[in-house]
């Protein structure tokens, strides 16, 4: 099964619709399969009193608050149908997390029918609940939970009458950038076996290779912040991929896609079997031998290619006589 990709712009158009197309056209042309941006009323999602994260204090002006902030980056409703319209014309599917119970409504009136739920959302009981209730299909990020909050959170999805089928549960460190020490990316794997859920992992490292790696550890849905340009003024584009990084990493994931796929039987592949017989080996004479001379270890090599007797048959060699003359690296016969 393919691995879905969702290529996230996030808050990087900056409040822009013109970038926000341009951010559809990298993801797109980087052959993602979802471009996702976020959906939320400044005043819905923050208050006046919030102070900002760390990251954000350092990418975005000091003294403007986090809800001065987040008014700038808001999409407005033209937006989303503007974007949505765009991403048909694009082949790529739009997505957006929304991040208050009205903006859930909103991409409901759209037709949106995937959900996701931010890391922050995840012990927002009504907005689980809302989030149930709405959409065919669940993505649920967990940065900064634990096992327990993790459970509560499906606990309240699942009595809100959605299928924990439907659900894949991300593994996330929302830290901007995240220390590859503090990845910890087996807890995909645990949460894949505590909760028997669908898994992915979110990505917030400055690199590619952790999500290539959790692909090849059984993410079914990859996210990844990426952006025009990481020099650009806002919160997350320092953390965030360029288009020639976003373009690598979905080509690598393709490529482990098809490394991990197989029977998992041991035996030779189909473009490897020409090759036996080159790289293996034979019993060759090591010197001339004359008819009815015995065969011994003074007069046998091991020698390529490998279209005689095989090594693996030595001691039946040794012993015999020659059956006729061999000159020396010749393939011996019996």
């Not at 189909?270 to 036996?276: G, V």
Request: aromatic share 6%.
């Amino acid at each position: 099964m393919q691995t879905l990709i969702i290529a996230e712009a996030g808050v990087n158009h900056n409040g822009d619709l013109s970038l926000a197309k341009k951010l559809v056209d990298v993801a797109a042309d980087a052959k993602a399969d979802i471009v996702k941006f976020q959906t939320f009323k400044a005043e819905k999602l923050a208050s006046r009193l919030a102070a900002k994260a760390d990251y954000q204090k350092k990418t975005t002006g000091a003294e403007e608050s986090q809800l001065e902030m987040l008014k700038k980056l808001e999409l407005k409703y033209e937006d989303h149908l503007e974007l949505i319209n765009y991403c048909k014309q694009r082949s790529i599917q739009f997505l957006s997390t929304p991040f208050d119970i009205d903006s859930i409504s909103l991409l409901q009136q759209l037709g949106i029918r995937l959900g996701k739920i931010p890391s922050g959302e995840i012990t927002n009981l009504p907005y689980l609940k809302k989030m149930a209730m709405t959409f065919d299909e669940l993505i649920m990020s967990t940065g900064m939970a634990d096992l327990s909050e993790i459970q509560d959170a499906i606990d309240v999805i699942v009595a809100s009458g959605f299928s924990k089928h439907k659900l894949t549960v991300l593994h996330c460190n929302t830290e901007y950038p995240t220390p590859y020490d503090d990845v910890n990316l087996k807890a995909m794997q645990t949460i894949r076996a505590t909760f028997n859920v669908k898994v992915g992992y979110s990505d917030h490292t400055l690199g590619i290779e952790v999500p290539i790696a959790a692909v090849a550890l059984g993410a079914a849905v990859i996210e990844k912040h990426f952006t025009l340009d990481k020099n650009m003024e806002g919160p997350d584009h320092k953390s965030s991929l360029e288009p020639h990084e976003l373009r690598e990493m979905v080509r690598q994931i393709r490529n482990i896609e098809q490394a991990i796929s197989g029977t998992g039987i041991k035996e030779p592949s189909p473009s490897e079997k020409k090759n036996i017989s080159i790289a293996r080996k034979s019993i060759v004479a090591a010197t001339r031998i004359k008819k009815g001379e015995l065969l011994s270890e003074s007069n046998l090599t091991v020698k390529r290619p490998g279209t005689g007797i095989s090594p693996m048959q030595w001691g039946d060699v040794c012993g015999s006589r020659a059956a006729r003359d061999f000159e020396q690296d010749e393939l011996i016969v019996l």
